[in-house]
């Protein structure tokens, strides 16, 4: 069980940037760690994924723009998103996952979400 807690969310213009937080209560090396977002009428997709040894891996949709990221003590998660685009609104999670990792892992544990709004 690990509890997830994101922030850093708000509304923007379009070409702007914003970095997401992700604080975790358990960080420890059997856990997977990424980004989900749910853009309004559509399903949940995982963005971005970083494994226990820092590999990462990104959907092809988030690449080039997104930056997923760890601080030395691997219980705060960073995403960092540049040149926001309008089709990037959506509510972001913080997401982990134990086994197989990267963005197709099974993220069986999700934080509460927090909202990116971007406007044009």
């Known amino acids: 069980q690990v509890t997830l807690v994101e922030s850093g969310g708000g509304s923007v213009q379009a070409g702007g940037s914003l970095r997401l937080s992700c604080a975790a209560s358990?960080?420890?090396?059997?856990?997977?760690f990424g980004w989900l977002r749910q853009m309004p009428g559509n399903d949940v997709e995982a963005v971005a994924a970083?494994?226990?040894?820092?590999?990462?891996s990104y959907a092809r949709s988030a690449k080039g723009r997104f930056t997923i990221s760890q601080d030395n003590t691997r219980n705060n998660l960073y995403l960092q998103i540049s040149d926001l685009k309008p089709e990037d609104t959506a509510t972001y999670y913080c997401?982990?996952?134990?086994?197989?990792?990267?963005?197709?892992?099974?993220?069986?544990?999700r934080g509460r979400g927090t909202q990116v709004t971007v406007s044009s």
């Open positions: 358990d960080y420890s090396y059997r856990f997977c």
């Open positions: 997401a982990a996952a134990v086994g197989y990792c990267d963005v197709q892992a099974d993220f069986t544990y």
């Open positions: 970083i494994g226990p040894d820092g590999r990462v």
